[in-house]
């Protein structure tokens, strides 16, 4: 497509269940990367991927938290025993490579824990 | 450890004024930096890059103004229409690191 995709555009989930957040990037790009964004916050970066390379990860806040890229393409972020404090805006951007951004964001996912 | 602030929360302006965002950041090593605009509901949407090689950069109504002296970044939006009106974030990305680290945006609301 056009743009970054993420899927589902809203996710309302008991406290304990798992969710898993899908990412869909720019064709072509080879960098991906995973932020949260709390409400009325900037953004706080959670995973990168480049390419067939290993992800940073430096930014996950648990390990409940975790995420893969199946074939350099679509990611996805899951969360395990979800909690409270994970509702937020999930946001995934991609970019050409590494050294060439500016990054692209989807439109997110909001992810409410009840 | 790395921080990007905003001086103001809210910013109003008259439309067809001149709007001025300010960003200040702490890492003296960040190589890129990077204003988003984020409408409610909507991912952020890329504005303007610079790179610190750079003092200033124009586009298309946006200006963004690099002091490294003083580590100050700025987004400056000519006659600011009613569509300008959103949260911005400035960002910036370390020497050495891929991912952006952003500021807590600022409001800018334009009155008609």
């Known amino acids: 497509g056009a743009g970054v995709s993420q899927s589902p555009s809203n996710k309302v989930t008991e406290k304990g269940k798992d969710v898993e957040l899908r990412c869909d990037p720019i064709s072509g790009h080879t960098a991906l990367y995973w932020y949260r964004q709390s409400l009325g916050q900037g953004l706080e970066f959670l995973i990168y991927f480049q390419g067939n390379s290993a992800p940073d990860k430096s930014g996950l806040p648990s390990d409940r938290f975790s995420a893969e890229r199946t074939g350099g393409s679509v990611s996805t972020l899951t969360i395990q025993r979800t909690q409270q404090e994970d509702s937020a805006v999930y946001l995934c951007?991609?970019?050409?490579?590494?050294?060439?951004?500016?990054?692209?964001f989807g439109d997110g996912t909001r992810l409410s824990i009840l | 450890g790395e921080s990007v602030g905003l001086h103001l929360p809210t910013l109003s302006v008259q439309e067809g004024d001149n709007s001025i965002i300010n960003c200040a950041y702490s890492n003296s090593a960040s190589d890129y930096f990077i204003w988003y605009k984020q409408e409610s509901g909507k991912g952020p949407q890329f504005i303007i890059d610079?790179?610190?090689?750079?003092d200033k950069r124009q586009g298309q109504r946006v200006t963004v103004l690099l002091n490294k002296t003083v580590k100050h970044l700025s987004l400056q939006i000519a006659a600011t229409q009613p569509g300008d009106s959103a949260v911005y974030f400035c960002a910036e990305r370390g020497t050495g690191r891929r991912a952006l680290t952003f500021g807590s945006g600022t409001r800018l609301q334009v009155q008609p």
């Open positions: 951007a991609s970019s050409f490579d590494q050294y060439h951004q500016p990054q692209h």
């Open positions: 610079i790179r610190s090689n750079m």
